[in-house]
């Protein structure tokens, strides 16, 4: 069974950075598109990155924009979010998963959240 297990969260200051991974046990991530989300408190999970399975095509939510950059390497299995300038409203749980679809038609699909198993994300508390 395909285990997404993603590390890297912790509290930190606004303005400030942190770098999440993003691995699967027993499973290549290689061939896949893979989805960062997040759920805040309350709120439901949304999408907000996408990278493509080459890792030359990436897309972000207007809210991370320019602060947040997504990454893969395939020799590690691991997908990264690089996450800078925190703001206390990116405070969530962030999971990642492979998509079905390429990343340009998931976001025209509206970045919908797939069903399945996820992982236990990685909490992320943007805080002063």
């Known amino acids: 069974q395909v285990q997404f297990v993603e590390s890297g969260g912790g509290l930190v200051q606004p303005g400030g950075s942190l770098k999440l991974s993003c691995a699967a046990s027993?499973?290549?991530?290689?061939?896949?598109?893979i989805g960062w989300f997040r759920q805040a408190p309350g709120k439901e999970r949304e999408g907000v990155s996408c990278?493509?399975?080459?890792?030359?095509?990436?897309y972000y939510t207007d809210s991370v924009k320019g602060r947040f950059t997504v990454s893969r390497d395939k020799s590690k299995n691991t997908v990264y979010l690089q996450m800078n300038n925190l703001k206390p409203v990116d405070t969530a749980i962030y999971y990642c998963?492979?998509?079905?679809?390429?990343?340009?038609?998931?976001?025209?699909?509206?970045?919908?959240?797939?069903?399945?198993?996820w992982g236990q994300g990685t909490q992320v508390t943007v805080s002063s």
């Open positions: 990278i493509s399975s080459s890792g030359g095509i990436t």
């Open positions: 027993g499973f290549t991530l290689d061939s896949y598109a």
């Open positions: 998963r492979t998509l079905t679809t390429r990343c340009i038609i998931w976001t025209q699909l509206g970045w919908n959240v797939p069903f399945g198993s």
